[in-house]
């Protein structure tokens, strides 16, 4: 059985505007996201700012009502049967509040488990499984603000735990993490699907849905736009290469012109302290430079390479790289 089904999910947010004359419009969070999870699966959901992660992962936890569409968990609707969802759940959203600084590690677990009525003898035995599974044992009996935000978010993780929910939501739990933060972060994950959960985790970054997730769905402007294993996904640009041209500032024309070109694939922008860097998918390889260069004539050029295409490239050309 699936433990996650999505049908046809949609929700709409009503915004007002203006002061004098008040204006409502309606934004489109998700327009149309259908996905199923296996049991034990950890499945990636994976988008650029504002496509519609959060919204999705709300509308499973019951937090949200959806505007259309359904979605089941473990069997049960998210609408209908909110409340016997909710025991069998557990969230945690990035940069989150809501643990007690003043208190230890411990002392936060102790009290939230009383809080979601976990008996005083299964909570003796959970919380140090708990400690050890997030990697704060030894440091429980430290107050929470001694703690660094990675500590703080794997606290976070544990609580979620504390009721032995089957279905764990991930939203972006490594945002605002520092990089070994967030890797200790990332191995806590890994070490929750070993204890056989099923795992929906949001995230930015393509690099750490492809180290920890079994399958990806893209999501792009409300819609799933690709949905497989990450190997599977990175087979979409084997064949092209990729070229990277160095540069120290780069006028739109000049990108939409080469993004015209009848060899280009995709372009993509990164900017790097000062200099940005031109990345465009191209099946010619390195024969493109010498067109391309033309095409960037009176611009500041540093380092050109051409390399093979990665995850973050399949990433790139399906959600629209320049655009960004
Ligand atoms: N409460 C709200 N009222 C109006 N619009 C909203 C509200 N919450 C989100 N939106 C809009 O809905 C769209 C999807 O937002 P959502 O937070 O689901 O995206 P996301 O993929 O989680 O983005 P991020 O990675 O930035 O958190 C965005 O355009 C956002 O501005």
């Not at 677990?109 to 030894?138: C, H, M, N, Q, W």
Request: aromatic share 6%; net charge neutral.
């Amino acid at each position: 059985m699936d433990a996650i089904t999505v049908n046809h999910l949609r929700r709409l947010y009503k915004s007002t505007d203006g002061i004098i004359k008040r204006t409502t419009k309606e934004v489109v969070a998700v327009e149309d996201v259908s996905f199923e999870i296996r049991q034990g699966e950890l499945f990636g959901l994976l988008g650029p700012n504002g496509a519609g992660k959060t919204t999705s992962v709300k509308m499973l936890t019951t937090l949200l009502i959806p505007s259309g569409g359904s979605a089941t968990i473990l069997g049960l609707d998210v609408v209908k049967d909110a409340n016997k969802v909710r025991p069998r759940i557990g969230f945690i959203f990035g940069g989150e509040r809501g643990l007690y600084w003043r208190l230890s590690g411990l002392d936060n677990l102790r009290y939230f488990a009383s809080l979601y009525y976990v008996d005083e003898a299964t909570s003796k035995k959970r919380i140090p499984e708990l400690l050890e599974i997030v990697g704060l044992k030894g440091r429980e009996r430290e107050k929470v603000e001694g703690y660094s935000r990675g500590m703080r978010q794997r606290l976070h993780i544990a609580r979620a735990l504390l009721h032995d929910p089957e279905v764990l939501f991930l939203d972006e739990p490594t945002m605002g993490l520092d990089p070994v933060g967030a890797r200790e972060l990332r191995t806590t994950v890994k070490n929750l699907q070993s204890a056989n959960k099923t795992i929906l985790l949001t995230t930015h970054y393509m690099f750490e849905a492809d180290a920890l997730c079994q399958r990806i769905a893209v999501i792009n402007k409300g819609k799933i736009v690709a949905l497989d294993t990450p190997e599977k996904l990175k087979e979409n640009v084997q064949d092209l290469s990729v070229v990277e041209v160095e540069l120290y500032g780069i006028p739109q024309e000049v990108i939409e012109r080469i993004k015209a070109l009848d060899f280009v694939v995709e372009v993509s922008i990164e900017n790097r302290d000062q200099r940005q860097v031109m990345q465009v998918h191209t099946p010619k390889g390195p024969e493109a430079i010498p067109v391309l260069v033309e095409h960037l004539n009176g611009l500041r050029i540093g380092r050109i390479i051409t390399r093979e295409p990665t995850l973050e490239d399949a990433y790139v050309r399906l959600v629209g790289g320049a655009e960004q």
